[in-house]
């Protein structure tokens, strides 16, 4: 199975026009964001960047809320159907925009009708992890031969179904022919214990957020699932080197507001999220952490983005025939 060509998520050297940042009425109040995935995770670490810089540019207080659940469908819905007054937005991500509505279960909104795309802030990589507790395989070759030798036998995990860490690994395994059973859990953390106690064989996941086990031994990263090696892990091959072709598996963050949030909020949301991903100390952390700043989208340019992600994924998932677990 093909994923989305690189090149779709190149970063753009355009920035938004000076204009959406002219003083505004808006805010006048504390802007709230929420975080539809637990804290200690790849959005929460992300928003938690930019809140400060965001609250300088926006002269307001920003205020973080963490709503977890239904692999970030819960938080992302309750945005939805807030008031389009720019009090409140989403850090939403590939999963629930996305990946969810291929699933059995039927997702209470839709990105394109019910929420307006502001702007991304990051892309994400994707890797595979297997456990070192009580499992023999080293490589992706001997991981796979294993899971062959025992259809079924193995588990792996993620932070909810429907997430970019569960499409990941289960189209990893149609991709290399194998069964594997998945496990759903509240949150990466959860995942990533169970994964160095080898209750589950393995997982996909940010390479940032598995780098500290693979250097601690308490986990193996078999590969990338990227064109190239990453730089937080150059001695872990890519899936071509590793012998799975025409495998990639990604995510992004973007930043999203109720439909009917008014053009001028819009702009000067998505501006300032601009400016703050430009900020160099913001960007060389996302940079450090693998997960390259998304610069230089208006929210037009995004909400297209967005509609051509929904397009190609949403048919994607469904032929993986994921049951409602």
């Given amino acids: 199975m093909t994923l989305r060509p690189t090149r779709r998520v190149l970063l753009a050297a355009s920035l938004l026009p000076a204009p959406a940042l002219a003083q505004a009425p808006w805010p006048t109040r504390p802007v709230r964001i929420v975080v539809p995935f637990g804290?200690?995770?790849?959005?929460?670490?992300?928003?938690?960047?930019?809140?400060?810089?965001?609250?300088?540019?926006?002269?307001q207080p920003v205020v973080i809320e963490n709503r977890p659940g239904a692999g970030g469908v819960v938080g992302t819905d309750y945005v939805a159907k807030q008031p389009p007054n720019g009090e409140v937005f989403v850090l939403s991500t590939l999963s629930p925009i996305a990946l969810a509505r291929g699933l059995p279960s039927p997702v209470p909104f839709d990105a394109r009708r019910d929420l307006v795309a502001i702007a991304p802030t990051v892309f994400v990589p994707i890797a595979l992890a297997i456990t070192t507790r009580n499992f023999a395989p080293r490589t992706a070759t001997e991981f796979v031969a294993a899971?062959?030798?025992?259809?079924?036998?193995f588990q792996y995990g993620s932070s909810g179904i429907g997430t970019s860490g569960h499409i990941a690994s289960a189209t990893f395994c149609i991709r290399t022919?194998?069964?594997?059973?998945?496990?759903?859990?509240?949150?990466?953390?959860?995942?990533?214990?169970?994964?160095?106690?080898?209750?589950?064989?393995?997982?996909?996941?940010?390479p940032s957020l598995l780098k500290g086990m693979h250097e601690g031994g308490q986990a193996r990263?078999?590969?990338?699932?990227?064109?190239?090696?990453?730089?937080?892990?150059?001695?872990v091959p890519t899936a071509a080197e590793a012998g799975?072709?025409?495998?990639?598996?990604?995510?992004?963050?973007?930043?999203?507001?109720?439909?009917g949030t008014p053009e001028a909020i819009v702009a000067r949301m998505a501006a300032a999220t601009d400016l703050a991903l430009a900020d160099p100390a913001i960007a060389g952390r996302f940079e450090d952490m693998g997960?390259?700043?998304?610069?230089?989208?208006t929210p037009a340019r995004f909400a297209q983005?967005?509609?051509e992600e929904i397009d190609y994924w949403e048919p994607e998932v469904r032929a993986l025939g994921i049951r409602a677990e």
């Fill in 39 to 59: 804290t200690g995770g790849g959005t929460d670490i992300t928003t938690r960047l930019l809140a400060p810089k965001l609250a300088d540019i926006l002269g």
């Fill in 147 to 153: 899971l062959r030798a025992a259809p079924g036998r």
């Fill in 177 to 206: 022919n194998t069964q594997a059973v998945h496990v759903p859990y509240r949150g990466g953390g959860q995942v990533f214990t169970a994964l160095t106690a080898g209750e589950i064989q393995f997982c996909s996941d940010i």
């Fill in 221 to 235: 990263v078999v590969f990338v699932a990227t064109d190239r090696r990453s730089s937080l892990l150059p001695d």
């Fill in 244 to 259: 799975i072709p025409d495998y990639k598996a990604y995510s992004w963050y973007g930043f999203f507001a109720p439909a």
């Fill in 291 to 297: 997960t390259p700043a998304m610069r230089g989208y």
């Fill in 305 to 307: 983005y967005v509609r």
